[in-house]
């Protein structure tokens, strides 16, 4: 079983920035396919950002590339989204997600890839 604990959400204006943090329990934590979903009110959960297991290869949603980062620390068993020129869009419930094993790259922006769901952290953009 992997527990996966989210942090460092709140609330920023627009063009800020916030990095989200995701703690996972497990030794083989730099084998965990890992990503980022977003649930904003009445809409359906969202890709936003995935790692491979490698590590190797990110994977981001079109309108957040170039603005937000995904990243790890394996030493820290911690994936870590970094979000830039925040907008009042980006507003939403930050899920992070993880899977122990390899996801094709077609299906990692499926939320049925994944088989361990933090308990999501929120943020707000104001305009």
């Known amino acids: 079983q992997v527990q996966l604990v989210e942090s460092g959400g709140g609330l920023v204006q627009a063009g800020g920035s916030l990095r989200l943090s995701c703690a996972a329990s497990g030794r083989t934590f730099s084998r965990y396919a890992m990503g980022w979903f977003r649930q904003a009110p009445g809409k359906e959960r969202e890709f936003v950002a995935a790692?491979?297991?490698?590590?190797?290869?990110?994977y981001y949603e079109d309108s957040v590339t170039g603005r937000f980062t995904i990243s790890r620390d394996n030493a820290k068993n911690t994936t870590y989204l970094q979000m830039n020129s925040l907008k009042p869009e980006d507003t939403a419930v930050y899920y992070c997600?993880?899977?122990?094993?390899?996801?094709?790259?077609?299906?990692?922006?499926?939320?049925?890839?994944?088989?361990?769901w933090g308990q999501g952290t929120q943020v707000t953009v104001s305009s």
């Open positions: 790692f491979s297991w490698s590590g190797i290869n990110a």
């Open positions: 997600a993880a899977r122990t094993g390899v996801i094709k790259a077609t299906a990692v922006g499926a939320a049925a890839s994944y088989d361990y």
